[in-house]
């Protein structure tokens, strides 16, 4: 298997743009999380999809956020419109089965900048 | 809920010498316990986790690490470190239920000098 796949590598956008970043989980997993990572805050959990299904959205810092999940081998996370403290790296990773007690296989991440 | 500090941000080491990086939790029973690497413009890479039985975990690229229940302590240890270790390295706790998200801690940079 390839490995988690994350699209773009960078994104470079002006502020209010609309920004969409993509994910492609391992096949066969089952869990699927969306990360942000910072200076200042370290490593985030957004949020994370058992199945499909979105099961904790408490980390997505406000509505300018949105996270989907068509398919079992498709996930996006938007900003709409994005800010300049936005700009970080998300991850996307993807588990076999728990959610926490297995391991969770991280994409190489996407570095967002927001002008 | 389930916490965790890396007290030292980062740690700079000689190549050939030893390492061990500190990682305190919290939770209120046996929790499940984890390192991860990040090398520079990479994602997370599991080093190791300890679930339960032998406190002491044998994890990839000769790391080790020690589960200390009296300490609440997970520390990570390297006998001889390569240049190639220069990464960041966090340490992570789970519920024993393991149906709520991991917990990362802020991370460790390591650097690794000639």
């Known amino acids: 298997d390839a490995g988690v796949i994350q699209s773009p590598r960078h994104e470079v956008t002006e502020m209010g743009q609309e920004v969409t970043l993509r994910c492609k989980p391992i096949s066969g997993h089952d869990y699927l999380f969306w990360y942000r990572q910072t200076m200042m805050r370290g490593l985030e959990l957004l949020i994370y999809f058992n199945n499909n299904v979105p099961i904790d959205d408490s980390g997505m810092p406000e509505d300018r956020f949105s996270a989907k999940m068509p398919n079992a081998s498709f996930s996006t996370l938007k900003i709409q419109p994005s800010e300049p403290r936005d700009s970080a790296v998300y991850f996307c990773a993807s588990s076999f089965d728990t959610v926490a007690a297995d391991t969770q296989y991280f994409g190489p991440g996407t570095r967002l900048t927001v002008l | 809920a389930q916490s965790v500090t890396q007290p030292d941000i980062h740690i700079t080491v000689s190549e050939g010498a030893s390492l061990e990086l500190r990682c305190n939790y919290s939770y209120g029973a046996t929790p499940y316990l984890f390192w991860y690497v990040q090398s520079p413009g990479q994602g997370l890479q599991l080093l190791l986790k300890?679930?339960?039985?032998?406190?002491l975990v044998q994890g990839i690229k000769g790391f080790e690490a020690e589960f200390k229940r009296s300490q609440s302590s997970f520390n990570l240890r390297k006998p001889s470190v390569h240049w190639s270790d220069a990464a960041e390295y966090f340490c992570?706790?789970?519920?024993?239920?393991?149906?709520?998200?991991?917990?990362f801690g802020k991370g460790t940079r390591l650097s690794v000098i000639a």
């Open positions: 992570a706790v789970a519920s024993y239920s393991g149906n709520t998200p991991l917990v």
């Open positions: 300890y679930f339960s039985g032998d406190t």
